[in-house]
């Protein structure tokens, strides 16, 4: 924090000069600038110095570099809360959809701390986690050590992925662990925190069979730390959503409810209206979804055991094979099933996701996955879908609202875990300059479930911590300006 606060004093130490006699770094001439926080909508000229926004004006400044962005939005670059994919591959489609910080909070990630470190001066785009409550509780049971040190081999090499620790780990998700060992979940989940951890990730919807004390001991210990959780609840249903809130409310753990269309389904309005009612009695609960009528996960998981057509309102023909872009027939999925691999599940109705990108207060996030040819569209496009379809298209909300779900809103939750939050998801001196420059009127998602994955249309710039890593819609090589995002326990 100390540095931060040096750097800001330098940044507005600037405007104590007139403004003709600094030469900024870059200067963003002529844009249509938008701050979600201040409200400011106005075209104005934006000076960066270092990683810092510098001013802010109406008047002509000077730069080393001047880009002319008259015609094109300028906003905070976007949040992205929830990912899967961990490489510059994934980030690379993250960018070219206007993404700045990308954060794997719904699972988390295995030995993390060695993970940060692997990233550490590679990443394209600002990067962190949660702590991942099943690879801890893994960790715990004791007898796979083998697989935790096969693990670890995998983040030191720079392969591990979200497939492998995943298939590592389920093997455990039906064990009830022993109070020890419980005991010792709790006691890596602090000693991960302490690694940097944004919180803990505590998808339980993978493993649904845990026993209701161990997810209400990993939620007290949340409330006694104020570490956010975030939750795939147990199953997609209202009564999983209803649990995660009576928890949350019992044990005063600040609570994320992840992806609340694919949890919810037909009942996101009264999910929707359940979190606003927490909120109104002063409960610390929030939610996101993501602008598709699709999920996807893998079919080896527990959301596939028996009874799943009824429980989803599905068949095998609404599930797409990641690997070939097929639809399942029931052979198929019993033979995929026995191997494992990703699935897309055709779940939703458009009318869902309206009513979810509407809501006051629930932000946008992508889940997006690793990287396939032919893997959900939602890994590259998920905000420019947002800002192309539902905001020009259908007119679901405006403008300056959507900017706010992907970047004030993901800021402003993380504020308190991740300290550094407070200096993104703004355009205000002082600010980091994660800048993302799009034209809105042509801004769209290209990726589409029958042809995979292509880089969204209408993102022309991109900064990350005052670096360009987009120029015209190009990714600029050999620039690895992403920072690490630490949680507040990291020691």
Not at 178 to 198: K, W, Y
Not at 247 to 260: C, D, F, G, R, S
Not at 458 to 468: A, D, L, P, T, W
């Amino acid at each position: 924090m100390k540095k931060i606060f040096t750097a800001i004093c330098i940044v507005l130490s600037l405007t104590t000069f007139t403004q003709s006699n600094i030469m900024y770094d870059v200067v963003l001439k002529g844009g249509r600038v938008i701050d979600p926080e201040t409200k400011l909508d106005a075209i104005k000229n934006v000076g960066i110095v270092n990683n810092r926004i510098a001013q802010i004006s109406s008047e002509p400044l000077q730069g080393k570099e001047i880009i002319n962005v008259s015609g094109l939005v300028v906003a905070p670059g976007f949040i992205d809360l929830h990912i899967h994919g961990r490489s510059n591959v994934e980030q690379e489609y993250q960018l070219h959809d206007g993404v700045t910080t990308a954060l794997e909070l719904e699972w988390g990630i295995e030995h993390l701390g060695k993970w940060y470190e692997s990233r550490k001066g590679k990443a394209l785009i600002n990067y962190g986690a949660s702590v991942n409550w099943p690879f801890e509780r893994f960790k715990a049971i004791g007898k796979y050590q083998n697989a935790v040190d096969s693990l670890l081999q995998m983040t030191l090499k720079g392969e591990a992925n979200i497939g492998a620790m995943t298939n590592t780990i389920l093997r455990a998700a039906a064990e009830t662990i022993t109070l020890d060992a419980l005991n010792q979940t709790l006691a890596n989940i602090t000693a991960s925190l302490s690694e940097g951890g944004i919180g803990i990730g505590a998808p339980i919807g993978y493993l649904p069979k845990t026993n209701p004390n161990e997810m209400f001991q990993v939620y007290k210990l949340a409330g006694e730390l104020q570490a956010l959780v975030f939750s795939h609840v147990r199953q997609p249903d209202i009564i999983s959503i209803q649990e995660a809130i009576a928890v949350a409310v019992l044990t005063n753990a600040p609570l994320h409810i992840v992806h609340i269309n694919s949890m919810s389904l037909g009942n996101i309005g009264l999910s929707l209206e359940m979190v606003s009612a927490a909120n109104k009695k002063g409960f610390d609960i929030s939610t996101e979804l993501y602008p598709y009528t699709a999920g996807s996960t893998g079919l080896q998981s527990a959301m596939f055991d028996d009874g799943w057509q009824q429980r989803l309102d599905i068949s095998y023909g609404d599930l797409q094979w990641v690997a070939t872009g097929e639809r399942l027939t029931k052979e198929t999925f019993d033979t995929y099933r026995k191997t494992g691999g990703v699935v897309i599940l055709h779940v939703m109705k458009p009318e869902w996701i309206k009513t979810g990108i509407a809501a006051p207060g629930v932000m946008i996030a992508s889940d997006g996955m690793t990287y396939a040819k032919l893997a959900h569209p939602r890994t590259a496009g998920t905000f420019s879908r947002v800002l192309g379809k539902y905001v020009r298209e259908d007119k679901v909300i405006n403008l300056n609202t959507a900017i706010e779900k992907m970047t004030l809103l993901p800021a402003k939750r993380l504020e308190n875990i991740a300290p550094m939050m407070r200096f993104k998801g703004r355009i205000q001196v002082g600010a980091d300059a994660d800048i993302t420059i799009f034209n809105p009127n042509t801004i769209i998602d290209k990726a589409t479930f029958e042809k995979g994955l292509e880089f969204s249309a209408g993102i022309e710039y991109v900064m990350v911590n005052g670096n360009f890593i987009l120029k015209n819609g190009k990714t600029v090589a050999n620039v690895f300006p992403g920072q690490a995002v630490y949680g507040k326990f990291k020691k």
